[in-house]
């Protein structure tokens, strides 16, 4: 099914299910718990906790937990992740941390504002991925499509309702003064699933994620990077539920720290960060090298005021940010866990009145 009605059905669907798994989360599993029991057990006990991050363990937004395991930062304050759940993007990772024993999520920043819109219990403590250098779009080799422009007509693929790929197509057609009514967007469902269809010939464009276009840039014909036109974004966020901050807020702040740290020795030591990524997402060395060595201010636990105002006009535009939806940024946003000089100021951000 294609179209922009099939496609706005799915967002409707995912937020009734998103609300439904918040209710039955609400009887399970405190996931706060154990750590607070590990704590009063002695100084030396590890947090040992699970985590959810989008497109794991192929997507470089997995890049500094990597790391961060590898080199022992994490360890270092007290965390030990025991496991890293993927998901396809969108909502699915909002959902991942809502419905399980998961207190933390490296999640789509439009998918998790949507949430919020739809009542979900979440706060966005860090940030995560800040640009939009690892998106790529393709097409097949024998193509006659060069360019965005050549769009017109076309048929492009994005991943999810709610992800990254859907409010970023909308902010590329703005930045290159194409009408959106001119091409069809649809809901692949995926990544490799979009990649299916553009082999099939359903669609005739659709995205891929670094480092997986490097080691296979040879079976596609790259039309453009997604920060070819779209400078700043706030790809991904660090989400974790106002459960958590109440019972372990020490957890939150450590986990923030580990995480800055890895951020800051993958800048430092690129070629072995790439190396520890291609271990752990086992692909070619070379191109997770290759691909790392290309990303400038990629990762951050700090959350740029420009990314963020990006992605509401992003999601203003595939009007999954509807008129008169309202973002209060001091409900969503909990900077308190971050040093002084990274914090986020809410009255600067777009708030969509």
């Known amino acids: 099914m294609v179209g922009k009605e099939i496609w706005m059905f799915k967002t409707s669907t995912v937020m009734i299910l998103l609300l439904m798994l918040i209710l039955a989360g609400c009887g399970g599993k405190d996931s706060a718990s154990s750590t607070v029991e590990s704590e009063k057990k002695g100084k030396g006990k590890m947090d040992e906790i699970e985590i959810s991050v989008t497109h794991y363990p192929t997507g470089l937004y997995g890049v500094p937990y990597n790391v961060g395991i590898d080199k022992g930062f994490f360890e270092e304050e007290g965390i030990k ?64 499509i060069e360019k965005v422009e050549d769009l017109k007509g076309k048929t492009w693929a994005f991943t999810n309702p709610g992800s990254v790929s859907e409010t970023t197509s909308q902010l590329v057609l703005d930045a290159a003064g194409i009408d959106p ?84 020795w993958t800048y430092a030591n690129p070629d072995e960060a790439g190396k520890i990524f291609a271990k752990y997402a086992e692909i070619d060395e070379a191109a997770s090298v290759a691909a790392l060595k290309d990303l400038e201010e990629h990762w951050n636990s700090k959350i740029e005021v420009d990314s963020m105002n990006n992605v509401t006009k992003g999601m203003q535009l595939a009007n999954t940010l509807k008129k008169g939806e309202e973002i209060v940024w001091e409900e969503v946003l909990d900077m308190s866990f971050l040093p002084e000089e990274q914090r986020l100021d809410p009255s600067k951000l777009d708030s969509n009145k």
């Not at 480092?211 to 989400?239: C, E, G, M, T």
């Open 81 to 144: 992740i025991k496991k890293i759940v993927g998901s396809s993007g969108g909502g699915t990772t909002v959902r991942n941390v809502l419905s399980g024993d998961l207190p933390f999520g490296d999640v789509s920043t439009s998918a998790v504002l949507q949430s919020y819109l739809a009542g979900a219990p979440l706060k966005i403590v860090g940030g995560g991925v800040q640009s939009v250098s690892d998106l790529v779009y393709v097409t097949r080799k024998d193509d006659k």
């Open 181 to 264: 009514k001119s091409l069809k967007l649809v809901a692949s469902g995926g990544v490799s699933e979009g990649l299916t269809l553009l082999k099939e010939g359903e669609v005739d464009a659709t995205l891929m994620l670094e480092p997986a276009y490097s080691v296979q840039k040879n079976d596609w014909k790259a039309l453009f990077r997604v920060s070819d036109h779209v400078s700043a974004y706030q790809q991904s966020v660090i989400i974790t539920s106002p459960q958590v901050i109440k019972q372990n807020p020490g957890l939150v702040k450590r986990f923030l720290a580990a995480y800055q740290k890895s951020v800051e």
